[in-house]
Structures are given as structure tokens and as C-alpha cells.
């Protein structure tokens, strides 16, 4: 059979394969990302029909994933929010990035794996999934609740955390000198401090080039423009996701809610695309004898994520329901922290950092939202006697 033909095959079984796992996700109530991730894992090495054609084809459609992930993410905010909220926020931030760098790092390091390995398992149990905590808050109604801010001020808080990091992590896994690292880490940072004053300073300027009354030609333009700053932005040592990120910051307002709209099934795709790529690259056999492990780092990283949400609704004087919700909100785990694992993995960093991470994100995927649901009488209980 000819090779593109068993392309479009296969490709076409897991897009398919992949829609019907995300309706019984939506039947069930809980995310679809873990089920993605299993879809991976059976069609990957070691799984039960491995792929043989288009798994180059799927890794391509992954990168274009993680893009559009954090592309979308960044338009839910602009420049001044996110200033504002950098410095309202700073110390429930660092109180965040201590509390939940921590346990990965220290299991890293208990297990012997070195510390490049403890640096990409610090980023794994650090961040929270943004589009599955926004979910949880859209479905739950709590979008309009005064602990939200605080919320998504941590989100955006971690999510600029991480253009610091990943240079950082990419230059230990590469294995550059001190000096080339330092070099690599100035023009990350360098990079984005210009990419945000952009932002801050001809963010119209960039919306009118931007601008269209006509769909195809806006989404032609935000995509090539967030594919062209992601391309220079990896180029430059800096992640192509943040990149995409701060183009996303530099638009706002109805141009910002209309790329939104044109984007999101287009996100979607791509995303499922990408957890799937994952789950390729994770053989079943080694995520059976991690599995306690990974039940277990989750486990500290409910708690460790439930005491930042009390500590930073606390600060922000909401009471303790609210308080109570903005922890749960911050649980779950899913696209940056597989996008963390996917680069270790890539590097070699560890052979049992890939499995650990995926049983880790199964966990947290699909139990944060499902102990929102759970604990919403109690919360909401703890607010009528409050």
C-alpha cells in the first residue's frame, strides 16, 4: 500500500479513535487529557497497535499543539493585566513556585536520577494546567467569583515562570557549559523582557497589522505571526510556547475574543494531537512499576497546591470557601507539565522520568476536576455558615 495512503489511515483512526474517547470524557465529567494519553500509550511502543507511518507526521501536529495551547492562553490576558497582576501577586507566586518545585525535585533527587532530571521533575509537579483549571471554573460557574482573580493571577504568575525555566532546563539538558548557559538564559530573558515591552508599548500597532473584518484572513495572520515569534523565540533558546504566549499577550480586546473563537477548534485538534504524541513516546511496561510512586508525588501535590490557593485567597481576604476553591482550581496538571516530560524524555534525561510524569498527569488530570465536583456541597456548605 502506498505510504501516504497508510498515513491518511492511521492519522485518520487516531483523530477518530480520539473523538470518541473525548465524547465519553464529556459523558463521564472529567477531562479528556487522560484518556489522550492512554490513546497514546496503546498506540505507541510497547502498546497494543503500535503506528508505523505517521508517528513523524503526529510529532509535527504536537509542536503545532503546544503553539496553539499557550497561543490561546496568552489572549486571555494583555499586557497591563499582566504586569498588574506580576506585582500584586509576587509573593503568592513564590510561595506557588516553592511549595510545588519542591516534591519533584526532591523525588528526583531520593530516586538518584541526577539533577538535570530534579530540575525537569520540579517543572512537572510545578505547574497547573490552565485549560483544565479554566474549565473546572466555567463548568462549575465560578468564573464570577472573587477568589478567580487570584486564580488566574497564579496561572499567569507560572506561566511567565516558565519563560525563565525552559531555556533554563533546555541548556541542562543539552549539557552547555556554565558560560553558554548563562549566555542562553540572558537571551531568553532578554527576548521576552523585549517581546513584553512590545506588547506594553505598540500592542495597537500590532492589533491594527493584525486586524481583519474577515475570519480567514485573521486567523491566516495570528497564526502565521505566533508561528513566525514561536520559530524566532526557539532559535533564540526560548521556548517556541512562550513565544507563542506573548504574541497572544500583545493582542486584546474583540480582536483578542474573535482569534479566540477561530482558534479554538483549531487548538483543540492539535492539543489532542499532541497528548497523543506523548503517550507514544511512554511505554506501558515502565508505567506499571511507578505507578505507587506517581499516586503518591500527586498525592503531595494536592496538599502543596490546596495550602497556595488558601494562602493567596487568604491574602487577597476572601473567606475560607473561596479560599477552599481557588486550591482545588489550582490541582489539576496537564499540557505544560507533559510539555516539561517531553523534553526531558527527548533529551535523555532519565528513562523513567517519561512514565513517572504521564501516570503523574493521568492522576491529576482526572481527578482535579472530578474533587471539584466532589467537594462543591462541602464548599458550598462552609459558605452558608460562614
Partial sequence: MH???ILFLEFGAVLLGLGVLGALALRVGISPIPLYLIAGVAFGTGGVLPLATSEEFISVGAELGVV???????????ADELMTSLTGNARAGIVDLVLNAAPGAICALLLGWGPVAAVAMAGVTYATSSGITAKVLSDLGWIGNRETPTVLSLLVFEDLTMAIYLP?????????????GAIAVGIALITVSVVLIVALKFGRLIEAFVSSPNSEV???KVVGLALLVAGLAQQLQVSAAVGAFLVGIALSGELAEDAQALLAPLRDLFAAVFFVFFGLQTDPAKILPVAGLAALLALVSMVTKLLTGIYAARRAGIGK?????????LIPRGEFNIVIAGLAVGAGAHPDLGALAAAYVLILAAFGPLAAKLVQPFITAIAKRA
Fill in 168 to 180: 533554563v532546563l533546555t541548556t541542562m539538558l543539552a549539557g552547555l557549559s556554565l558560560l553558554n
Fill in 68 to 78: 496553539l495551547l499557550l497561543l490561546t492562553l496568552g489572549l486571555e490576558y494583555n
Fill in 3 to 5: 505510504e501516504t495512503a
Fill in 321 to 329: 470557601a473561596g479560599q477552599a476553591r481557588a486550591g482545588i482550581a
Fill in 218 to 220: 485573521l486567523l491566516l
